[in-house]
């Protein structure tokens, strides 16, 4: 290197930034679409005896594009997750799926972390790694609160579009698709910026069987709270679980005759529930 | 001393969105309740004659923020408007409408506020002078009561659920500079598609008709968009029909799609698995047609006709009509 004109230099590391993007996908395990959520007795929580623990269906959307963007352009995708020892199966299959390196955070201290607590612990994880473009999912359903992808882009400082559902990337910027209500909205953002998916982006691969061979010997930090810097600041908190609403028996129409039974069904909106 | 309860308003192109008066009025029952005022911020261009319109629903103060950068509605620019006139006063709870841009909006603001928020929560009260949340989770197989121990208490509210009621208050206009700094704008809207059917979103819809597999094929849903006309419904789909092909995944019910709960839910050949019933299973009155009398949909249904829905759809949108004429 010493002996290269300083401008040759520049133009190297330039032409490499460009060809290289610094990628990180965010993955939270979640239940299984399919598990029945019982709540504990005592309304502490929901009962996780018998449930299937998977990788949230809109990061499959966020590392499936990262993994796009990396076949494209050249770079590096490194997944990262928050969470128990069972975590690191969903850091694996990401891994699978052709990620290259993870990062687990792993501390008791932030069992019921809130979506800011969550963010922050992404965040001093993930700042060190200057990545270009990090995805998330537009939100975990477990909690449902879609929060975590715009709090991290905003400690980060870098923007973030939400609920993406195509993303072009050109250089220095990309350009998103995203759905309001009544309309889709195309926005620009410069980079490093923070997409948060949507189901429609891609179509996520599975991970194939090299895949997971590969996956098992790629390295993963392990990271806790200390070793983040982060001291964990829980405000918002569940203080109770409970079933929904039980639903009162319902009403089969009887009958033969389609026209008749229609014919009930909408005087019984009409004239009982009152909602026609 | 923290105090007060705000809200930030949402308009589109020059009008305030139904949400902001749902929001509004259940501030104004919050603020009622800890003696405290309501006030409201505003964003946008050329705006401030909404101000009025806000007072009508029980605000007693509305901050304007009227600036060209506000306009179309970016994320980085509203959050840095609404997050600089929230740490100037310090109010005790800050709703929004969980809608897109609220959802957006709100979540931004917990990172630049440092604070706590319940999405979509479907019921706000004040319990020992602090904010009692109720949200679904797990898209509604279960709820969480939720507090926050920091300020502001941040929710966002579903649509639909709050009712908007008007109890005219001064809604004195106090204009504040945004003070937005060019160089941290980042993002920019460059294209907006309109969807011109002028169909209202599933997610603020009062009735949904939706069909699933059961319904064979694209050509077939005009039966039920018909039926949808005649009770001024938003037509939505179980997944089998989006991922068919047959409908846009925007109109996809469940918990990976909109998570809705209309006043009335029509499931046309819909089974009811449960990531279907997870989405919907909180509408008011649900309606189940489905030839399969085994059909779990009938499990949560409050009405259910065990039949071919292409002869009872047809006859149910004839009977409306006469009923509704
Ligand atoms: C990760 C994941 C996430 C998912 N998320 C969602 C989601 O968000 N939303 C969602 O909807 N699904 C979701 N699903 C899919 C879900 O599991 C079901 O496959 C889907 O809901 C089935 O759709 P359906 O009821 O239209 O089709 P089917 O289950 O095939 O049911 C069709 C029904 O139509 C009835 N039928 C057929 N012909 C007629 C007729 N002529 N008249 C009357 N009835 C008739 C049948 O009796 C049957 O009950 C998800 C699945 C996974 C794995
Ligand atoms: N514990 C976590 N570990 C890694 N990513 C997370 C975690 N929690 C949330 N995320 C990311 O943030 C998105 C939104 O989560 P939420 O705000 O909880 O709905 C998820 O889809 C993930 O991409």
Redesign the pocket.
Known sequence: MRGRPIGALNEARIRKKEENVNIVACVKQVP???AQIKVKADGSGIEEGGIKWVMN?YDEYGVEEALRLKEKKGGEVTVVSLGPARVIETIRTALAMGADKGIHIQDAAFDNADAYTTALALAAAIKPLNADIIFCGQRAIDGDQGQVGAILADMLDIPHVAVVTKLEYTDGAIKATRPIEGAQILIEAKLPCLITAQKGLNEPRYASLPGIMKAKKKPVDVKNAASLGVTPSVNMKVVKFTPPPARAAGKIIGGDDPALKAKELARLLREEAKVI | MANGVWIIAEQRDGALRKISFEIASTARKLADELGQQVCAVLLGSGIEGLAAELAKYGVDKVFVADDPALEPYTTDAHAAAAAKIIKENDPAILLLGASTQGRDLSARLVGKLATGMGTDCVDAKIVDGKLLLKRPMYAGKCFGEVTISSFPQMATLRPNVFPAVENPKAGEVVKFDPALDPAKLKTKVVEVQKDTSGKVDLTEANIIVS????M?GPENYPLIEELAAVLGATVG??????DAGWRPQSD??????KIVSPNLYIA?????????L??MGSSKVIVA????PE?P?FAKADYGVV????K?VPELTKACKELLA
């Open positions: 299984d679409t399919e269906p | 069909g699933g597999r059961g064979k789909a179980s997944r089998a029909a989006v996809q019910v469940g918990q990976t799609g046309c050949g819909i089974s009811g698995a449960i990531q279907h997870a989405g047609i489905n030839k399969d059909a949909i039949d071919d829905l292409f009872v």
